[in-house]
């Protein structure tokens, strides 16, 4: 079987850690994004994953090879000369994604962190006999986004609605489909929307079913639903694999600690922490809902909550960070130094303190 991820473009909105890496390969609970979406597809038996990608082949492609002899699955790209919205790059790599198997290919959205039931979406697909499988999450406001009317018993899906006024269901597109190859004939190579021109059509046809997604779901594409990702993530960590917490009487709930991860005496970690390779942190340190990136220091008594800390970033005896400040790579924070969601570009030092939301260039 076949996969393709629609990476996309810049990642502004997870920015300033994407200025420094792709946003598919910006660490989430100590490893790539896009790494936990590649491994369960590889558990399903996905022997290639075409990238859809118009920003950064090489620096994805290097990156990734490593990953391509560890984990034994070829990954290519298919890069975009114009953006073609999210149906477009499907027909640009209909060469990588068409075989003589003639089986259903995965589509997925880079942005989105489940727990993956690729084997159910399969074995769905294969029961109901139509052209297309999209899964759906349950949200309590669906009003802020497009909403999949879908009958309860067979899963097969009559309408969409956006942005309803009235309540129609609480059901929306998760961004993971499963593919018969003709869903390729329906689609031109432009500038095309998946959700609004080419599953419409399917499911005039009366060929587009949706099975509802078990466990959690979240779009990681902006930092405070990155936070709330990780919690989600760490839940379901304790739940299906608990030994790979961190256990211990400094740390309180939910805590990924990296196996090289240093820290100090006097501590109290969690809940909802990850703490990534390298990281050193010094004693009395205090840190809850948030993410310590590869290689940074947050020295004696600092205290971190709903932030995340860039790689090699480093954070001063006694500061305080809060309120979703985000450090991008190599940024210093000084001692004794307040952050109230300060978003830090890359390579700064910072010697005053942040008293409200802003952007430090």
Same mark, same amino acid.
């Given at each position: 079987m076949k996969a393709l991820i629609l990476v996309g473009g810049f990642g502004t909105r997870l920015r300033p850690l994407t200025l420094s890496l792709p946003k598919p390969l910006v660490d989430f609970? %100590? /490893?790539?994004? *896009?790494?936990?979406?590649?491994?369960?597809? /590889?558990?399903?038996?996905?022997? +290639?994953? #075409?990238?859809? *990608? %118009?920003y950064q082949p090489e620096v994805m492609l290097n990156f990734l090879k490593d990953f391509e002899s560890k984990l034994g699955i070829k990954i290519t790209c298919s890069q975009e000369t114009e953006p073609l919205g999210t149906a477009g790059p499907l027909a640009l790599a209909r060469d990588k994604l068409i075989d003589s198997s003639g089986e259903p290919f995965f589509v997925l959205n880079s942005d989105v962190i489940s727990e993956y039931p690729f084997a159910e979406l399969i074995g769905f697909h294969k029961s109901h006999g139509g052209e297309a499988t999209i899964m759906v999450t349950k949200v309590d406001e669906p009003?802020?986004?497009?909403? #999949? $009317?879908? +009958?309860?018993?067979?899963?097969?899906? =009559?309408?969409?609605?956006? /942005?309803? /006024?009235v309540f129609v269901g609480n059901k929306i597109n998760a961004g993971i489909y499963l593919l018969n190859p003709s869903v390729l004939d329906r689609i031109e190579l432009k500038p095309t929307s998946i959700e609004k021109e080419v599953f419409p059509k399917i499911a005039a046809d009366q060929k587009l079913?949706?099975?509802?997604?078990?466990?959690?779901?979240? =779009? *990681?594409?902006?930092?405070r639903d990155y936070i709330t990702g990780l919690r989600l993530y760490l839940d379901s960590l304790r739940k299906k694999s608990p030994y790979k917490l961190a256990a211990g009487l400094h740390i309180v709930g939910n805590v990924l600690v990296h196996e090289n991860a240093v820290i100090g005496e006097g501590c109290l970690i969690g809940p909802d922490v990850a *703490?990534?390779?390298?990281?050193?942190? +010094?004693?009395? $340190?205090?840190?809850?809902?948030c993410t310590v990136m590869q290689g940074a220091r947050i020295k004696k008594h600092a205290c971190i909550s709903s932030s995340i800390i860039g790689w090699h970033s480093t954070v001063g005896q006694w500061a305080r960070v809060e309120n979703m400040t985000i450090l991008g790579e190599d940024v210093h924070v000084g001692d004794e130094i307040y952050s109230n969601g300060g978003v830090v570009l890359p390579h700064k030092e910072i010697k005053s303190s942040i008293l409200k939301p802003e952007i430090v260039m």
């Amino acid at each position: 079987m076949k996969a393709l991820i629609l990476v996309g473009g810049f990642g502004t909105r997870l920015r300033p850690l994407t200025l420094s890496l792709p946003k598919p390969l910006v660490d989430f609970a %100590n /490893k790539p994004m *896009i790494l936990h979406q590649i491994e369960a597809l /590889k558990a399903v038996g996905v022997t +290639e994953v #075409v990238l859809a *990608i %118009n920003y950064q082949p090489e620096v994805m492609l290097n990156f990734l090879k490593d990953f391509e002899s560890k984990l034994g699955i070829k990954i290519t790209c298919s890069q975009e000369t114009e953006p073609l919205g999210t149906a477009g790059p499907l027909a640009l790599a209909r060469d990588k994604l068409i075989d003589s198997s003639g089986e259903p290919f995965f589509v997925l959205n880079s942005d989105v962190i489940s727990e993956y039931p690729f084997a159910e979406l399969i074995g769905f697909h294969k029961s109901h006999g139509g052209e297309a499988t999209i899964m759906v999450t349950k949200v309590d406001e669906p009003s802020k986004y497009g909403v #999949v $009317v879908m +009958e309860e018993e067979t899963g097969k899906v =009559d309408r969409f609605v956006e /942005k309803p /006024k009235v309540f129609v269901g609480n059901k929306i597109n998760a961004g993971i489909y499963l593919l018969n190859p003709s869903v390729l004939d329906r689609i031109e190579l432009k500038p095309t929307s998946i959700e609004k021109e080419v599953f419409p059509k399917i499911a005039a046809d009366q060929k587009l079913y949706a099975m509802v997604l078990p466990g959690f779901w979240m =779009d *990681i594409g902006q930092p405070r639903d990155y936070i709330t990702g990780l919690r989600l993530y760490l839940d379901s960590l304790r739940k299906k694999s608990p030994y790979k917490l961190a256990a211990g009487l400094h740390i309180v709930g939910n805590v990924l600690v990296h196996e090289n991860a240093v820290i100090g005496e006097g501590c109290l970690i969690g809940p909802d922490v990850a *703490i990534g390779p390298g990281c050193v942190v +010094e004693s009395g $340190v205090r840190l809850s809902r948030c993410t310590v990136m590869q290689g940074a220091r947050i020295k004696k008594h600092a205290c971190i909550s709903s932030s995340i800390i860039g790689w090699h970033s480093t954070v001063g005896q006694w500061a305080r960070v809060e309120n979703m400040t985000i450090l991008g790579e190599d940024v210093h924070v000084g001692d004794e130094i307040y952050s109230n969601g300060g978003v830090v570009l890359p390579h700064k030092e910072i010697k005053s303190s942040i008293l409200k939301p802003e952007i430090v260039m």
